[in-house]
């Protein structure tokens, strides 16, 4: 029996036993995004700058929503079987993931640092970013897999599915947390 | 036909790599050490030059860490056993004999024994530092002869961490639990192997680093890391914090895998029902880390903050230490349970069949333990009654006091199997009594620090070094021991030497208790812990706890010799000797690289634990139907 079919044999897991336990992860990560978002409210939302400017924010705040479709949309065609339409809008998602990864670092110079609020806020947006850096590689990831080896994309659709849901999580987080934290 | 028969008709090359062990296939462990190190140096040094700082400092110390992380997994085999093909590149090969133990795999069993040998290590050198704290506390004040003030914080500070991160935390669920899952619930691998894999090789730069921590200036303020001690005890306390947050994040890898497998990858037949009592301890014990991680892990990196990038969590005018504790103890109370819940079930798994009577009622065993987890999931202020407002206490104290009540649906199914029966002692059932006993008065002692009365006066005492002891020491790693007994046959396929195991559980259960339990009083007298300089009418105890622990520790060298001998040259072992009906006993032993290949998967028709009289065997083998 050769070597790969091994490994096949050793990663018996069906494609909904994969998508179904990242659950648990997204779980896991939810809730310390969520605990950086809350972490602003917690120690700097008293003493949010009048000058502080959100048009950034806000504009990443509708790309997110925007990114919907394209996701929506792979996730569409991944389930079909159309995998290279898959892969274009895997490649849309990445554009605006990488946008979304400059707009949280043009917004460092939107809050004034070096104030109390600055500090938090920089630094929560760090940590934060760290999520949408992860969502780029994973989408990078499925996007070369599925260019140089389309037979092992399609074999482990669920890495994509799953890339997938992460970024949904991303949106949810974000549209969530800004709107309460853009209103507050 | 025999189970083994049916696997033997398929198994063929399936059943590993018979290729005998040469230095060279340790390349990829040697390789990770020699990258790590090397990138972290060269991340600490730059960032020093950069930031015009030393070396030591915080901040270089810190990206060096992250920098040697990634070093030692690039080197481990990471890159091209996961990454590289992730990203559309080449498959590596797959390894299936002795070389997989020693780089990056995705074999959970390989992962289970790297772990076992991980947690000796670790328990080795955590264990001297317990022996270095009772050398100092031979006489009132050793520090002219023996530790400085200073050299005793960082000690038990290191001892603390790594007894419970990188000893008690993995050790069951860790060894046991990843061997044991996937074989207990009938599939060949967990449901993300690669993740698994991952999680045991971020475990040995965390603890390196943790040891390593005087090297750069130490960290005084014991496991706890509390601010805004943490901010001003030395620049090692950014080993303590990545070290943490580094473990965390190894224990929730595994956790995903332990709830990901058990509800999505059982055999064919095993409704919730009839999963093993084993895999429901394991996921009680998953959804808590799940669940409650992310404050303590958050917590543990906004501490990093306020050390490295300025920022103010919990100290400085916008800071709240208090907060700190909060977050600390939301995970890290539950984490006792994380702990001793897959000890439990390991004692409902031993127990039925060194019996061979069905577990007593089994589903109040599974609500208690999923009771424990959950009521347990909210009881971590209770570590500090006296910094805590008066209507919170009672609050706390309810909840604390709770836990006792699933607690006892589990002892009282232990009892209910063992009442009556004839036990068949071994070494690993009687570790497992021993293990019950010793937790009964861990858990009757923790009472009086949940009390907030009582809790008053032993605060921050001896007592609750003797209480926490009793459960973790007392109930965790006796239990540790009993699982390596009893599945030894099974991972080596040679039985341990009964006479030195059942010598070697006596010598442990008899110095363990002259240790913590003559420990409970210097604790009432009002002996602080964390103090290297005690007064002087202490000292006839101290000595006498500190002689009996260098006989606890010296100890250890039997079961390290015995059972490295018996897996040299131990009796072979049948496939079954314990006479157990759980699945894994119905494999060949050792248990082969590929443990049900196609053609040998079983249908699940009842429980594992019903030994009743005429009870129908719970599995029903496929009739083998080679595929090659």
């Known amino acids: 029996m050769a070597a790969e079919n091994i490994g096949t044999l050793m990663d018996p897991a069906s494609e909904r036993a994969k998508r179904g336990a990242f659950f648990f992860p997204m779980l896991f990560t939810s809730i310390i995004c969520a605990a950086w978002f809350l972490a602003r409210f917690l120690w700097a939302g008293t003493s949010v700058p009048k000058a502080a400017d959100f048009g950034v924010g806000v504009a990443l705040t509708v790309l997110m929503l925007f990114s919907i479709g394209p996701m929506s949309g792979a996730r569409t065609k991944l389930i079909r079987g159309e995998d290279a339409a898959a892969l274009g809008r895997l490649a849309a998602l990445l554009g605006i993931a990488v946008l979304v990864v400059v ?18 806020y920089d630094i929560t947006s760090g940590w934060i970013l760290l999520y949408f850096v992860g969502g780029v590689l994973g989408l990078l990831a499925s996007l070369m897999k599925g260019k140089q080896v389309l037979e092992r994309f399609q074999s482990e659709r669920w890495v994509a599915h799953n890339v997938l849901s992460f970024w949904g999580e991303l949106v949810l987080l974000w549209t969530v947390f800004f709107i309460v934290f853009y209103i507050a | 036909m025999a189970t083994t028969d049916i696997q033997g008709q398929v198994l063929g090359e399936t059943e590993g790599g018979a290729d005998k062990f040469a230095w060279s296939m340790t ?67 797959v390894y299936t004999g002795v070389e997989r133990y020693f780089r990056f795999s995705s074999d959970s069993k390989a992962t289970a024994v790297r772990y076992v040998i991980f947690n000796v290590i670790a328990f080795l050198f955590a264990g001297l530092a317990a022996m270095a704290i009772r050398i100092q506390l031979l006489t009132p004040n050793s520090t002219g002869w023996w530790l ?83 901010q001003n005890s030395g620049n090692g306390i950014v080993f303590y914090v990545l070290a943490a947050a580094t473990l965390l994040t190894s224990s929730v890898l595994g956790a995903v895998n332990i709830v990901g497998t058990m509800i999505y990858m059982r055999a064919k037949g095993m409704s919730l029902g009839r999963v093993p009592i084993f895999v429901w301890g394991l996921v009680a014990a998953a959804t808590i880390l799940i669940v409650e991680a992310p404050a303590t892990f958050t917590g543990a990196v906004m501490d990093l903050s306020d050390m490295i990038l300025g920022s103010h969590f919990y100290t400085g005018p916008t800071g709240h230490p208090m907060a700190y504790l909060d977050q600390f103890w939301w995970l890290f109370h539950p984490e006792v349970y994380v702990f001793v819940l897959p000890a439990f079930a390991l004692w409902l798994e031993i127990l039925p069949a060194a019996t061979q009577r069905p577990l007593f009622a089994r589903n109040w065993a599974i609500a208690g333990m999923l009771g424990v987890a959950m009521v347990g999931s909210l009881v971590g202020a209770h570590h500090y009654f006296t910094a805590m407002s008066a209507t919170r206490m009672p609050i706390f104290m309810t909840l604390t006091e709770t836990v006792s009540i699933p607690t006892g649906f589990i002892y009282l199914c232990a009892i209910g199997t063992i009442w009556g029966g004839r036990v068949k002692i071994n070494a690993a059932v009687l570790l497992t009594l021993m293990a019950m006993m010793n937790f009964l008065i861990g858990g009757l002692t923790g009472l009086f620090n949940a009390d907030v009365p009582a809790d008053f006066q032993l605060h921050n005492t001896y007592w609750v070094v003797a209480h926490f002891h009793y459960t973790m020491l007392g109930g965790v790693i006796f239990t540790w021991l009993a699982a390596l007994y009893w599945w030894f046959p099974k991972v080596t396929g040679r039985m341990v030497n009964e006479f030195w195991a059942k010598f070697h559980a006596w010598w442990f259960f008899i110095f363990f208790n002259l240790t913590f339990l003559v420990m409970f009083i210097p604790g009432i007298e009002g002996m602080n812990r964390r103090v290297a300089i005690y007064l002087p009418y202490l000292r006839p105890l101290n000595e006498f706890v500190s002689i ?19 897996w040299r040259s131990g009796k072979k072992a049948t496939q079954n000797p314990w006479g157990s009906k759980s699945l894994e006993w119905h494999l060949s032993s050792p248990t082969p690289y590929v443990p049900f290949p196609e053609g040998s998967e079983v249908t699940v028709v009842g429980p594992n634990d019903n030994y009743a009289a005429g009870a129908p065997e719970p599995f029903v083998w496929n009739q083998a139907t080679p595929s090659k």
């Open chain 2, 27 to 93: 390349l990829p462990l040697v390789r990770a050490t020699l990258w790590g190190f090397t990138a972290y140096f060269l991340g600490a040094w730059i960032t020093a030059i950069a930031a015009h700082t030393l070396i030591v400092n915080a901040l270089p110390a810190t990206v060096g860490y992250v920098f040697g992380l990634l070093g030692w997994l690039a080197g481990s085999g990471l890159w091209e056993g996961w990454i590289r093909r992730a990203f559309g590149g080449a498959e590596a090969p």
């Open chain 2, 148 to 230: 400085s003030e200073v050299q005793y914080n960082e000690t038990f500070g290191i001892h603390g961490l790594m007894m419970l991160l990188a000893v008690v935390s993995s050790v069951i669920v860790g060894g046991a639990g990843f061997y044991l899952l996937p074989l207990m619930l009938g599939v060949r691998n967990v449901v993300y192997p690669r993740l698994l894999g991952l999680s045991w090789w971020l475990l040995p730069p965390a603890t390196v680093a943790a040891f390593m921590s005087p090297l750069i200036g130490g960290f005084q303020t014991g496991w706890w890391g509390y601010p805004p001690l943490a």
């Open chain 2, 548 to 566: 009996s622990s260098f006989f606890l520790g010296a100890g250890f060298l039997i079961p390290a010799v015995n059972l490295f001998v018996s």
């Open chain 1, 103 to 120: 707009g949280i670092i043009a917004t460092w110079w939107a809050v004034p640092i070096g104030t109390g609020y600055g500090g938090i």
